[in-house]
Each structure stands twice: as C-alpha cells, then as structure tokens.
C-alpha cells in the first residue's frame, strides 16, 4: 500500500471511520487522505461501499466510528449544509437539482442573494443571473438562458451547473458521485473536463465510481473499495489499470470464476480463443 | 442537448477554447435566445392557461341571456365578492400545494374560526377584536400541529389533514351544541358595538369615490341618492392585497424559492440547506390562518356563526388552484394563476344563476373545468422543461 509523496495537510481525511446499520456493517475501518489539488478517485463494485461512503463524507450519514477531519482539524456534520459550510460540497447523482426551478433560482437555492437583510426581502435577481451565468462560463459552460428550467437542461449540462455550483461557493473538497454513470461519452469527456478544471484550481476532488475507464484518466489517486473495506490506496504512478479492476472485482474471487467458466466450456468441447 | 454536441464536434467551437481559462464572454446576451419568441414565453407561464380559461368564461356568458345584469356593476361585485371569499383560502391553499402539501382542514377551520369567534365574544364577553385574536391564535396552532405530524411523521398531509377536516369539524358542532344548545350562534355583534374592526372586515373601500359616481349618473343609485353599490368590499380588498403578497413573496424572494424547492424535491432542498419543515410548518399555519380570515369576513357579514360553515370549502380551493395553473405534485404555480382560478370559480357560479341555467348543471361544468384545466397543466408542464408534448 503506497501513500502519495505528498507533505501538505490532508484537505480532509477519514480515520477508523465504520458505519454500522443494525447488524450490517457497511463501512469497516476507513483511513482515507484527500489532498488539495488531487483528484482521488473512490472505486468500487456495486455494494462496495461506496454510497454509504459519500454519505458520511457529505454529512448525510454519521459514522459509527472513526472521525472526520477538514484541514487536520476533527468535525461533526449534522447535515449536507454543516459540510458545505466548511468548503465540503457533495454533487449527488440526482444531483440536488429541482427540474422545474430555473438554473439560476437552483443555482442560489439556499444562499440567494437578496437585497437587504430583511425577513421578506427581494432577490437580486440580475446580479443572480449575472453571477450564475460568470461562474458557469469560468468553468466552460455557456448558458444560453439562466433564467431557463434546469429539466430543459442534458444530463451533461445539469452536472456541470452542479459542479459550477459547488465550486462557486467555496468548495474545497469537491465529492462527486458518479457523475458520469449516465451520461453519453461526449457528455462524459465534458464532465471529466469540469473535473480537471476543479484539480487545477486547487480543490480536492473524489470522485466516486465504478468506471475506472472514466475514473483512471482523470485521477491522481485511486482508492479500492470491496465489501466495505478499503483494499488500497494507490497513486496512479503505481498501479495499472488493468491491476485496478483486479483489485475491484475481487481479484482471486475474479480468477476462480474465470477458471471455474473455463472448465465448464472445457467439458463441453468449446474453449475461449483468448483468456485475458 | 444540441448545443453539448456542437461543443465537442466541432473543433473550433469556443468551448474548446476555454477550457482551462476564465470567459469573460458571458455577460451578454445569447444571440440563440431569439428563437423563443414573447408569445411562446408567456404561453409558458403556468397562469396562461387560466387566463384563457376565464376570458373564454367571460365571453360565454357575455353571449348568453342575463350578461348585462351578470356584469352590471352590482353583479360584478356579487361575483367578485364570491370570487373573494375563495380566493383568499386557495392563495393559501396554493402555496401549500406548491410546496407540496395539502390541507383538506380548510373548510371545517372556517367552521371553528367562526365558532370561536362567535362563542368567545357572545358567551365569554370579549371584545371583537379578542374573539377574532383567539380565532386566529387557534388557527396558529392549528395550523402548526397540521404541520408539525406532517413533517414529523412524514405521513402523506393528504391523510393528517383528512383527520384535522373531521376533528375540528366535529368540535365545532359538539362545543357550539354543548355551550347553546343548537349549531349556529346569531346575533354576535349585536352585543359587541366595535364598528372599526367589523369595518376591517365587512365595510367597503373607496366609498366617496362610488357616491360621487353615484351623483355624476355614472352608476345606479337608491331613490335616496346612495350608489346600490356603495364602495368596494373588504373581502375584495383582502384578496387581492393577500394575493398581491403572496405573488410577491413567491416570485421575489428567498422564502419563494424555498416554497417552489420544498415542493420540487424535497431531499435535494435539504441538501443545500432549505429548512423545509420550517417551511411546510409555515405554510399550514398560513392556510389556517386565511381559512379564518374567511372566517371572521363571513361572521361580520352575516353578524353569525354557523358550525356547517366552509363545507367542502378545501375542494374549492384546490380547485381553484389547479384551475390556477398550479401543478398538484408540487413544485410549480403562480397566485395570480389562482386569482384566475378563483375569478372564474365565482363568475360560472353567478353566471349559471343570472342567466336562469338551472343551478344543478354547476357540478357538472365545474368537473369539467378541472379535467380540462389538468390536462392543460399537464401540457404547460411539459411545455415548460422544453418537451413537445407526450411522455
């Protein structure tokens, strides 16, 4: 197990973290470092953990055990808001963002702009739009309308307000949970894009998936995840790609199935042309 | 989406160029707006359909037997008045609704609003003002017990509500039986002489103006001289102030955006820190409290109360706002759309009684009104996230 040269704190990092629900033990003992300007990539088969462990990264979820630390400092969150308040912001796969309300009403949800501290004060609406639309453009996106509903909006784009959201407020640790499962691969290239944009501000980036063609590319540090233990860190630098869906699927458990398949079409007279 | 694709097939698009660099570009217009024209963005407006609605109302009962007493003066304020009284509750009912939640408990807190009205000031010798104060601090909490097992439980309100709609109905008639003796209290303000509250909520509006048009001839007037109609009624005033609120807070500010996220996904409001209970508990408490504003308009006007009062009020006003335009999942609708609903809610109801079409028909055209207007909704919606039509 290598752990990447770096020296600086740790953006955020998890120690011991177990997260138990009744007698299923989702997490087991998590020790994970996220660095500013890195992208660590979470990977992991289906069941692996990882759900469970972006909730406990975004404040959804608390952990049984262990401890969270935002810049080497121990935090407590109680919801998704009290992680965002210290810089950790969580795009989620539905990603939080309400179809019928326009982007730039999604974008401000939460934290509007209005024009004085009043109780029923009025929105700033141009300076909304205008901000919503700045802070889109300063990570590639040209919105044509933000005043248009985010439903009318790809699967791209709305991932792209996401992060464009995230990252205008202040994040430092970008989570993003698999951001690019759904979508076409044009639109995924762009995200991958958005994603190396947010790493070379300086933000810490996890990235959760189960894609490592997605994943591999674009990460400086790959985290395994199987049946909710962590089977390794790795910089990218150490590890291939081929070894990182080794790892993932189970490695040993992957070769016994292989060679158990191989017997069976051995016995019926039909064997592969090429093992990989 | 065809612009997500130009970008990544086309080399020199200028989302290439980008990448990696800050624009400066975005601040001005897009010239790819030019192709939604003014009439498609205002036919998307969830009020649009309603609007139609009601000028297509307006103009048949124009054409029929009875439009010049229907939209005489005095005909227009009865339709109004009616038009008034559900207004203000479906305004409540419609933010709600588009936050989300329902409350069937409308009509029957019209009922115990009365009574406490009725009761505190005619049994327990409080001043008006006192009787309606403890209306309204009944509707407070009320409203918030709705709220608080709604968001606690996290039972469907469809079915808390169901439950408060027969609770405070039934306390209604059971309280009001047991201190008198019957179901209606008459006679509440005769023992309370306090013209300036009973005003707030019965007296009428711009009364000098509708006399001095009543001496110009300008509109029908008494042998005495005194307008048949002498000024604008106070259930319109409070209408139309609350509907202009309501508008306000909705569309302009920071609560709105929290009311139309609540109702559009609640987890994803959550997440980003919209305190969504405390919005849902807010809004039971606003409906409560207009259902007893109707409540106190009502007992003012007919210097009575009656248990049976508000029946089958909260169907009205959900009709009224889905009339509106507002979408019964949540998450979408406009007060002025409900304003729309309301209007032709009372013109059809007045307009069925001045043109002599036998009142029984009413049921059958307002069921017709609703399908129509849901499926209208329902395309508006579509139109709205860009979709042709269709699923």
Redesign the interface.
């Known amino acids: 197990m290598t752990e990447p040269a770096q020296h600086i704190q740790p953006a955020m990092e998890l120690r011991g973290v177990s997260v138990n629900f009744g007698s299923v033990r989702a997490l087991q003992d998590i020790d994970i470092k996220v660095y500013p300007g890195e992208v660590h990539c979470l990977l992991g088969d289906n069941g692996a953990g990882k759900s469970t462990l972006i909730k406990v990264l975004?404040g959804?979820h608390r952990p049984s055990k262990g401890e969270i630390l935002v810049d080497g400092k121990p935090v407590t969150f109680r919801?998704?808001?009290d992680a965002?308040d210290l810089g950790v912001a969580?795009v989620?796969q539905?990603?939080?963002?309400?179809?019928?309300?326009s982007i730039t009403?999604n974008f401000?949800?939460?934290?509007?702009p209005?024009k004085s501290k009043l109780?029923?004060?009025?929105?700033d609406?141009e300076r909304a739009n205008?901000v919503a639309?700045?802070a889109?453009?300063?990570i590639?996106?040209?919105?044509?309308?933000p005043t248009?509903?985010v439903?009318?909006?790809?699967g791209?784009?709305r991932q792209s307000v996401a992060i464009a959201r995230a990252v205008h407020f202040g994040a430092r640790v970008l989570i993003l949970d698999e951001p690019t499962s759904a979508l076409g691969v044009?639109?995924a290239?762009?995200v991958l894009?958005f994603i190396i944009?947010a790493r070379?501000r300086g933000l810490a980036v996890i990235f959760i998936s189960h894609n490592i063609h997605h994943a591999y590319p674009v990460g400086d540090t790959f985290t395994l995840l199987n049946r909710g233990r962590n089977r390794g860190t790795y910089a990218k630098s150490d590890i291939s790609r081929d070894e990182v869906i080794s790892i993932m699927s189970g490695g040993e458990d992957l070769k016994a199935v292989e060679a158990e398949i191989a017997g069976l079409l051995a016995q019926i007279g039909n064997r592969p042309s090429a093992t990989p | 989406m065809a612009v997500v694709e130009d970008k990544a097939t086309h080399p020199d698009s200028p989302a290439k160029d980008r990448f990696g660099m800050t624009s400066k570009r975005a601040g001005g217009a897009d010239e790819r707006l030019a192709s939604t024209g003014r009439l498609t963005q205002w036919l998307r407006r969830p009020e649009a359909g309603a609007a139609g609605g009601l000028a297509a109302t307006i103009i048949i009962f124009a054409m029929l037997p009875g439009a010049a007493n229907l939209y005489s003066l005095q005909g227009s304020m009865t339709f109004l008045t009616l038009s008034a009284e559900l207004g203000i509750i479906a305004t409540a009912a419609a933010l709600l609704i588009i936050a989300g939640e329902f409350d069937l408990s409308v009509g029957s807190m019209v009922g115990f609003a009365g009574v406490v009205i009725g009761l505190t000031v005619k049994y327990w010798g409080l001043p008006l003002w006192g009787g309606i104060a403890c209306a309204f601090a009944v509707a407070i909490l009320t409203g918030y017990l709705n709220g608080l097992i709604v968001v606690k439980t996290r039972l469907p309100s469809f079915i808390v509500t169901l439950a408060s709609l027969y609770i405070l109905r039934g306390l209604s008639i059971g309280i009001t039986r047991a201190v008198t003796g019957r179901t209606q209290i008459p006679y509440i303000l005769d023992g309370a002489q306090d013209p300036g509250t009973a005003g707030l909520f019965n007296g009428h509006l711009l009364t000098g103006l509708f006399h001095w048009m009543g001496a110009q001839g300008w509109i029908a007037t008494r042998s005495d001289g005194i307008p048949f109609v002498v000024g604008m009624p106070m259930s319109i005033v409070w209408w139309l102030g609350l509907t202009a609120l309501a508008g306000y807070v909705l569309t302009q500010t920071k609560y709105g955006n929290w009311i139309f996220a609540t109702g559009g996904d609640l987890n994803a409001a959550r997440n980003v820190g919209v305190p969504v209970d405390r919005v849902k508990i807010s809004l039971f408490i606003y409906t409560a409290c207009a259902a007893t504003l109707l409540a106190t308009i009502q007992v003012m006007e007919a210097g009575s109360a009656d248990t049976t009062r508000g029946l089958l009020k909260e169907f009205e006003a959900i009709i009224a706002a889905v009339i509106g335009g507002v979408l019964l999942t949540g998450g979408y609708g406009t007060v002025y759309g409900v304003l729309f609903g309301a209007l032709i809610f009372g013109l059809v109801q007045m307009g069925i009684f001045y043109t002599g079409i036998d009142t029984d028909w009413f049921k059958v055209f307002l069921g017709i009104v609703i399908l129509m207007a849901v499926l209208v909704n329902n395309y508006i919606r579509l139109k709205a996230l860009g979709r042709g039509g269709g699923k």
């Open positions: 975004s959804v919801s998704p808001r965002q969580t989620f539905d990603l939080g963002m309400i179809s019928l309300m009403r401000f949800l939460g934290r509007e209005t109780p029923f004060s009025r929105i609406k205008a639309r700045q889109m453009a300063d590639g996106i040209d919105v044509r309308d248009q509903a439903g009318t909006l790809s791209g784009e044009h639109q290239a762009m894009k944009e070379m």
